[in-house]
Structure formats: structure tokens, C-alpha cells
């Protein structure tokens, strides 16, 4: 890999910002050669508009604005799955905590599609005391107007048995109810 092409921002602007976003991630987008394993491990990558892959694609290729206006940065859930799986070592889970900072601090927040997708996730895990892939891609797409997003997708995984059709229940689903009943008491939805 040592003869890889290294892409640069074209802008002093952009060499900037991608130093900061890599400093402040401890890591380097220019390491990723773009194989996949970070999105096809990615448990929240279906709701998001584009996946790790793609977010490091941008900031390769000089597209700031997509990658800190994408609503993948505030659904990733931060488990690292990604990092552990790159087999060139670059910290992806870092580099989503960093675009979010900067993303703050610019003052862009892609809120609309956030708090839908947190509304999906906890209505599965208040129901079944855990995900609900299949649920929680429907309601999320629902709610967000895009109904048939993960069809092509989402049909041939079900198929072979990669996504569950019906959900799987817990045990302890009453403690898990309980702490939501809390949260309700507390002013939480
Ligand atoms: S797993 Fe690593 S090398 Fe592969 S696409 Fe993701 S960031 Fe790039
Ligand atoms: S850290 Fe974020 S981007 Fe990485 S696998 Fe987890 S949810 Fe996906």
C-alpha cells in the first residue's frame, strides 16, 4: 500500500479542515482503500443516508459539506464496529465523533431524520427489550417518507435469514420497561 494515491483537498480551506477533522480523530481517511467492511458491519448503516464507506469517500474526495450535512454522523451509535473491522486501521467511529463536533460548531444539525430514527430504535427496544431491525427500518422510513428505501435490500437479507422477519423478545423486558416508565416520570418521551 505504500504506493497508494493520496488524495488532497484542492482548497487551503479543505487541507485545513481534513487536518483538523484527522487530528482531532487521531486518524487518517487517506489509510482507507475503500473495501466495505465498515458499512456491511455497520448496524445502523441502513438508516443512514450514507454509510462509513461513503462518509470517508467524501472527505477523500473533498466534499465537506456532504459529509457534515449527512445525517449518518448523528445516527452512527458510536460501538465501533467499523473501526474494529478496517483492516487498514482507520478509526471510523472517531472520525463520525469528530465530524459531529465540527458539525456542531458550524451549526449544522440534521435533526428532522435524527429524532426519527432515535424514535424507532427506543419504540423497539421499549417493546422488545432489544432491536428490532426489521421494525425499526420500517418505522424509520415510514416516518421519514421513503417507504421503500431499503426494499432491494432488505428483502434478499431476510430471505437468508440475515434479518429476522418477526422480532426476537428478551427475558427482563419488564425492567426494561420500567426504566422507560422512569424516564417518562423524569419528562422524557
Ligand atoms: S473498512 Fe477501512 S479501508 Fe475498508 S472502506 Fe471502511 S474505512 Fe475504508
Ligand atoms: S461506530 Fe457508527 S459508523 Fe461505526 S459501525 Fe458503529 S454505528 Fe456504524
Redesign the pocket.
Known amino acids: 500500500m505504500e504506493n497508494a494515491v493520496k488524495l488532497t483537498p484542492a482548497s487551503e480551506e479543505g487541507r485545513q479542515l481534513l487536518q483538523h477533522i484527522e487530528q482531532e480523530a487521531g486518524t487518517s481517511v487517506n489509510l482507507c482503500y475503500q473495501c466495505g467492511k ?1 458499512s456491511a ?5 441502513f438508516a ?1 443516508d450514507y ?2 464507506r461513503q ?1 470517508i469517500r467524501l472527505l477523500q474526495l473533498d466534499l465537506f459539506d456532504d459529509a457534515l450535512d449527512a445525517g ?1 454522523i448523528w ?9 474494529a ?1 478496517c483492516p487498514r486501521g482507520v478509526d ?2 472517531s472520525l ?1 465523533d469528530a465530524l459531529r463536533r465540527e458539525a456542531l460548531r458550524q451549526g449544522r444539525i440534521n435533526d428532522k431524520k435524527v429524532a426519527a430514527f432515535n424514535k424507532a430504535f427506543l419504540n423497539g427496544v421499549k417493546s422488545f427489550g432489544r432491536t428490532y431491525e426489521a421494525g425499526l427500518t420500517i418505522q424509520y422510513n415510514l416516518s421519514t417518507g421513503q417507504l421503500f428505501k431499503d426494499a432491494a435490500l432488505g428483502l434478499p437479507m431476510m430471505k437468508r435469514g440475515k434479518v429476522g422477519i418477526m422480532p426476537h423478545k428478551i427475558e427482563g423486558r419488564e425492567a426494561i420497561k420500567k426504566i422507560f416508565a422512569r424516564s417518562e416520570q423524569l419528562g422524557g418521551e
Do not use: L, N
Open positions: 465498515c458491519g455497520c448496524p445502523a448503516a443512514m454509510p462509513p462518509i449518518s445516527i452512527c451509535a458510536s460501538c465501533e464496529t467499523c473501526t473491522r471510523i467511529a463520525m
